[in-house]
């Protein structure tokens, strides 16, 4: 019986490895450069601390671990008779984390003797989620997750914005549209049309606006249970097209009469302006007031980038919360601002469109192929020097034909092979082969790692 | 109720994670110099890929995965009352990794028509044991192993031993022992006394020589059923002392009849030849018989490195194996040679000897503070400016006391921070803090990075 994977996980081998590094190396790398610093939490957590954060869904799609030992010994016949549910949280104590966010209020309530506010930190690990497998949905899966905590100050919902572009750009993804809004205009819209609370409704009926056009969103927006009067009101919103600054003026003279929206609005206004101070050229900033990514956690600015031209679309997500940490019992009230990326996505997305540059695929950049025993008294120190010299090499163990050397270097792409038969031994001129053109050209064992990292 | 981390885990903060990030591209940097590539499998594994392969304590040691959804709902009351160890196949069919060992030979023999040998692959990642936590041990812990299978060549060892090498002068770990054996020494041995195949217990009772001394190791192996003659016939390993050339030597001369022996002999002096050729200045290696770590695993030679002068000492651990997938029913051989780093040791090591150089603990290097809203103007773009130099930089969001925006610097041991009132704004001129000196000198934006960078 062949092994299996369990289903909904992935192997990842060493190309797509190299390729998800370079994901992860500039993601990492750009937190960094903004001041986020890293975090990492267990993969368990005490299921007390992750059930009823995620709703009644999100609590099945929980990975359970069962207690250690005899896990069964303790219950009585009408316990174990009693269902999987009763049964439940007498043999299983502990979940894999399920996002990375719960875990981070988690570390700050029990930390925050020992924090300095405002506190960015970031974090990418695997998460876990009991989902039905699907094409592009994956029982673990990477998320990168940046946060700052302990600050009301739009200069972060900026900085935010900054750093996706950083992201895109550093990535190699051009085409991208960072779509941008805010829970306070959506309330405020709701407010406006007397609809209050029923924002979450409202943006899924419009967000369809695109697919099924005007009509069908009023009929959805009807069953949905808003009044006729409400409906009328909403018209509007449907002429909310043109540029940001364009939707910013028709909305504001549109909903005067809702504090809350020209809130949201004056907020949106402020983010933009620190954009602007920062000298971003070509901002991919697009004002979209269907979008509620999360909208029961999100209370000010919502994000969402979008790679464009793909099958895939959306690659992050964001937005800012009112409390971190309320889950928890906590009075304090922690106000903070975060992005999440999806490298899974990304991956795709980078695949689809062939952006990963050509080395992060590479792994050993020279092979050193002695044809003889004595070949390696030459092969071994040149080993050393190219290794000394940060140049990733190796030496093929086994004193096979040269073919098929040959055939292990073209396997691993390595670029250059360097071939050490008798007469180079004796004459101590080395034949370096470009493994690319087929070009062999003959030097000193001291001249290879110049000409390797001259390309 | 305050939330609490499962017992035996641990949350890694900013500063302990630069510290871990230190190590971990440290080792992943030389693992790729050496041509190693990286893997990585999923965190769970069906539970028939893992049960029976780590011993019937391991087994037990398992974090089990409830299955999903009504996982007792298909028991008949006589399953649910017939105990935990037989109704856990019923109701858990995934499993945590235990080592990266398993999943290595299970990726290789689902991935095999894919491979180029000799495969060489490295993979850091987390493994979970549900072990009883105590100081130093931990039930979430990473390992980093590097492997190459599908070569018996002896030149592997040898570029074990050099690597060790590099990651512990990578690391800053200068006073350390490369303890190396050979398990067919410890079988000639066990042959050669007349206890064939009690190697096992010969190693764990001669391991104890320096703690209990010649007559207590001698009770222990009588009491392990060794016959009087058999320890007759063992007294000269008790003359091993000296230099591994040395002790080769008395070993040569001791086990003339055992064939084995003499194999396990011939092998390390040739891997000790092939080490040689490398130009390899002070080799830390140091023969030791009675080194016998995982031995019922391991064929040929056996690794352990050991950090000097610390309470803690095994840091990295491996050896040479005949047959990495047989477990799985495999009829091809794989033989294979591996290392495992073991992260959370080298820290513990790291800290006890203040090992981590002075940049590894740390993240922003400028914080940017403007005083009122206009040195925002001033600030952005400098910020952006940093950053595009490769500084990680960041801006107080807060327009808060100098003196909290200070503190702020200190608490995160950022060493320059920009101070930007409205003279500076006015005249263009920017005071930079040298937050370890104190020093203060004024200059304009564009020199910032230059000056920074220069320390």
Request: net charge negative.
């Amino acid at each position: 019986m062949k092994p299996t994977l369990v289903k909904g996980t992935r192997d990842f081998g060493p190309e797509q490895m190299s390729k998800r590094l370079f994901i992860f190396d500039t993601i990492r790398a750009t937190f960094k450069r903004f001041g986020f610093l890293p975090l990492e939490t267990p993969s368990m957590e005490n299921l007390s601390t992750l059930m009823g954060k995620y709703g009644d869904e999100g609590d099945q799609l929980l990975f359970k671990i069962l207690n250690s030992g005899d896990f069964a010994g303790s219950l009585a016949p009408e316990q174990l008779a009693a269902g999987s549910k009763a049964m439940l949280p007498k043999i299983a104590e502990k979940g894999l984390r399920y996002d990375l966010t719960v875990p981070f209020a988690r570390y700050v309530v029990m930390s925050r003797h020992a924090l300095t506010l405002p506190f960015k930190r970031y974090q990418m690990q695997p998460v876990w989620r009991a989902d039905r497998p699907q094409k592009g949905r994956y029982r673990e899966f990477y998320q990168c997750d940046a946060d700052v905590v302990g600050t009301d100050s739009l200069l972060c919902e900026a900085e935010i914005v900054l750093m996706v572009h950083e992201v895109m750009r550093n990535l190699g993804i051009e085409n991208f549209a960072l779509k941008v809004n805010n829970r306070k205009i959506l309330t405020g819209i709701a407010e406006f049309i007397d609809a209050p609370g029923m924002e979450g409704a409202l943006a899924v009926a419009i967000d369809k606006l695109d697919k099924i056009g005007q009509d069908k969103v009023l009929d959805e927006l009807r069953e949905r249970g808003f009044s006729d009067s409400s409906i009328t009101a909403l018209l509007p919103m449907f002429t909310m097209q043109g540029s940001t600054n364009e939707v910013l003026e028709k909305l504001k003279n549109w909903l005067t009469t809702s504090e809350t929206a020209q809130r949201g609005i004056a907020e949106i206004e402020e983010m933009l302006a620190l954009v602007g101070q920062y000298g971003l050229e070509n901002p991919k900033l697009e004002l979209d007031v269907t979008l509620a990514r999360g909208l029961s956690y999100y209370t000010g600015a919502i994000f969402e980038v979008k790679a464009l031209g793909v099958s895939i679309g959306s690659i992050s997500g964001g937005g800012r919360y009112d409390n971190l940490t309320s889950a928890f019992g906590t009075s304090e009230r922690l106000s903070g601002v975060g992005i999440s990326f999806g490298v899974d996505r990304i991956y795709d997305v980078m695949e689809e469109l062939n952006l990963f540059p050509e080395g992060a695929g590479q792994g050993t950049q020279v092979l050193v192929v002695p044809f003889e025993e004595s070949g390696r008294h030459v092969g071994l120190p040149l080993l050393a020097s190219l290794r000394g010299a940060g140049i990733a090499a190796e030496l093929y163990p086994d004193l096979s034909k040269v073919k098929k050397m040959l055939d292990y270097a073209n396997a691993k792409r390595i670029p250059f092979v360097v071939l050490i038969g008798s007469e180079e031994v004796q004459t101590g001129q080395l034949a370096v082969k470009n493994m690319v053109t087929g070009e062999q050209q003959k030097m000193s064992a001291d001249a290879i790692a110049a000409f390797v990292q001259a390309g």
